[in-house]
């Protein structure tokens, strides 16, 4: 029985092909320490905002007048720090 021709896929001339692309130079230092010293203090601030909330939110005055507002700030920090993990290289 006879075997059907095969032919090589065509590429697309245009569009966004890997050969298109030019190369992206990437920083070789890496991030700065205050950088990373930044995101993680944003990241554990979050958490701790929210975790004091919740087991003395009611006796300290400051977090009492804010009230759901403590939600707000807590995972706003928290979500800063996980915003600024996509600079750290």
Known sequence: MPKAK????????GGSSSMNRAPVKV???GT????M???FFFMLAGLAWIIVNYL????IPL????GAWNYLIGFGL???GLL???GWR
């Open 37 to 39: 010293t930044i995101m």
């Open 78 to 80: 928290l979500i800063i």
């Open 6 to 13: 095969m032919t090589k896929p065509e590429i697309p001339s």
């Open 56 to 59: 003395a939110g009611n006796q």
């Open 84 to 86: 600024m993990t996509m």
């Open 27 to 29: 920083n070789a230092d």
């Open 63 to 66: 977090m009492t007048e804010l």
């Open 32 to 35: 700065p320490k205050w950088y």
